[in-house]
Nanobody
Framework: QVQLVESGGGLVQPGGSLRLSCAAS????????MGWYRQIPGKQRDLVAT???????DYANSVKGRFTISRDNAKNTVYLQMNSLKPEDTSVYYC????????WGQGTQVTVSS
């Protein structure tokens, strides 16, 4: 059974930084594309960033240059380093494996506000 557990969300001022972590279990982690998505209540869940098993990274245009996705296969963990945060980054952030029809974590709230 796949389990994804996110951590690291919180309240931060505009311009600040946070690092999200997602610990995975129940899968051969190193074989999978991992992703981060975000969702505001009432809106669709949007892709933020993905990282392939080989380390190739892709980002939504809205976060390019500010967010960095990385993975540690020895720890079965994927990270999202978020810098220069803006109020519009406020959302619930979800970890994902397997795309839209795959598995999701429970989400972690990120609030960017002064």
């Amino acid at each position: 059974q796949v389990q994804l557990v996110e951590s690291g969300g919180g309240l931060v001022q505009p311009g600040g930084s946070l690092r999200l972590s997602c610990a995975a279990s129940g899968i051969m982690f190193s074989n999978y594309v991992m992703g981060w998505y975000r969702q505001i209540p009432g809106k669709q869940r949007d892709l933020v960033a993905t990282i392939t098993s080989g380390g190739r990274k892709d980002y939504a245009n809205s976060v390019k240059g500010r967010f960095t996705i990385s993975r540690d296969n020895a720890k079965n963990t994927v990270y999202l380093q978020m810098n220069s945060l803006k109020p519009e980054d406020t959302s619930v952030y979800y970890c994902n494996v397997g795309g839209a029809y795959g598995s999701w974590g429970q989400g972690t709230q990120v609030t960017v506000s002064s």
